[in-house]
């Protein structure tokens, strides 16, 4: 079998989606024997990222034109027509147009992972532009999929919603399971300067579509309220930065009295160097973080992402909308006890009481951010086990990507619909 797995980035530009795509391509290759010919748009991290891939080695064709709209016309050409089938992980670009035509050309079956951008919070994001794209090309493109992918039932019922009727493959996002002693780093020693006090994780994009500001401000409440004999919890912040969100919510910290770090001052964007240099001046956190409620870590990859994440006590993330959250499958794969919202789509984390539930209100992440700092370290460790072995159980890459052989397989073949397809 020969695929075509189409991305609108193959580097860390694309955040969690290309954690998620690389890990699974990689799986189907190698685990499951297909071939796959990765294809995305080069950007500045595409060669600093190729490695990734291996022993896939994606193709990156140059974007010619506005970045937001990812125009490239290598990008066609660059799609085999000999492959049996095309997976396009493709949101509201260029690339979604180019999987079009490469379907009605071919006439060969195309799968499409939409990865949460159909679901209501997304679609009101930017809305004008995504009404757009839809007119131009995007609903044409969902409507030729032979089947799409939705990440979790949720998903599946947002596609509903938007008015498609294909049939609906729901297979999840899966992680890496980490080995060794989960809280001791193999190299690096990336771990956060607490003072031995505990650590809470936020890893990912800084963007307000995942509700740090009003976590921010629970976590300024709830940190009032400090629990006897115990220091209270430090919040570490680690991930890109979008749009200068990370500037305001520093901004935030610091008129709610929330004293602030920031790694690697010097190598930040000008706006938040600025930022930092005026009101704050530069931060070394190995060295001042020791007293500071929040320490914004900067970005996390690879090697210095394991560090950190073997050496905090506990993973958040507020969302508002996700697909399904890689992060939050990290953070169970290294036995953290999880903070989240229902948006985060992984209601399986509630149920094996992995997880503490809040809502997006600040009152309601204070409530649940209570419960958090109440926990003695038996608990958070009772609570991050239970998140290892729902990892364990169902969000493997061996899984996941064996379900979606099966898919393909069907899509290519017929017959009877594996049990991950819904039909209606």
């Not at 193959?10 to 071939?35: K, M, N, Y």
């Not at 704050?280 to 994440?309: N, T, Y």
Request: net charge neutral.
């Amino acid at each position: 079998m020969h695929s075509i797995c189409l991305l609108e980035s193959v580097s860390r530009s694309d955040g969690g989606i290309f954690e998620a795509e690389c890990a699974l391509q990689r799986e189907l290759h190698l685990g499951q024997g297909v071939q796959v010919d990765v294809v995305g748009m080069e950007d500045r991290f595409s060669s600093e990222d190729a490695s990734r891939w291996l022993p896939l080695k994606p193709k990156a064709v140059k974007v010619k034109g506005p970045g937001a709209f990812g125009y490239s016309p290598d990008l066609l050409p660059a799609l085999n027509p000999k492959a049996d089938l095309l997976y396009a992980a493709t949101l509201w670009k260029y690339p979604s147009w180019a999987a079009l035509q490469w379907a009605e050309r071919t006439g060969k079956p195309m799968m499409v992972a939409p990865h949460g951008s159909l679901d209501a919070w997304a679609l009101r994001n930017a809305a004008w532009k995504k009404r757009i794209a839809a007119a131009l090309f995007k609903n044409r493109q969902l409507n030729k999929a032979a089947c799409l992918r939705a990440l979790c039932q949720s998903e599946a019922d947002a596609f509903r919603a938007y008015g498609l009727t294909q049939p609906i493959a729901i297979i999840p996002n899966g992680v890496e399971i980490p080995e060794g002693d989960l809280k001791k780093p193999e190299a690096g020693n990336l771990k956060p300067e607490t003072g031995g006090r505990k650590t809470l994780l936020f890893l990912g994009r800084i963007h307000p579509k995942k509700g740090l500001p009003n976590f921010i401000r629970a976590f300024a409440q709830s940190r009032g309220s400090r629990v006897e004999g115990r220091e209270p919890w430090q919040l570490v912040i680690a991930g890109w930065d979008q749009g200068g969100h990370e500037a305001e919510l520093i901004q935030l910290c610091e008129e709610l009295g929330l004293k602030s770090a920031v790694t690697d001052a010097e190598q930040r964007p000008g706006q938040l160097k600025l930022k930092i240099e005026g009101e704050r001046r530069a931060l070394d956190a190995r060295h001042s973080s020791l007293d500071s409620a929040v320490l914004f870590f900067g970005p996390a990859f690879g090697r210095d992402k394991e560090d950190l994440l073997r050496n905090v006590d506990a993973f958040v993330l507020p969302s508002f909308s996700e697909g399904l959250p890689m992060s939050v499958l990290e953070g169970w794969s290294y036995g953290l006890p999880v903070v989240m919202t229902p948006e985060c789509n992984l209601p399986e984390g509630f149920a094996a009481d992995a997880a503490i539930r809040i809502e997006t209100s600040a009152e309601s992440i204070a409530e649940g951010l209570s419960t958090l700092f109440s926990m003695n370290d038996a608990d958070l460790m009772t609570m991050g086990a239970k998140g290892r072995g729902l990892v364990e159980e169902r969000f493997t890459w061996k899984s996941v990507a064996a379900q979606m052989r099966e898919v393909y397989d069907w899509m290519l073949g017929g017959g009877v619909a594996p049990s991950s397809v819904i039909m209606k």
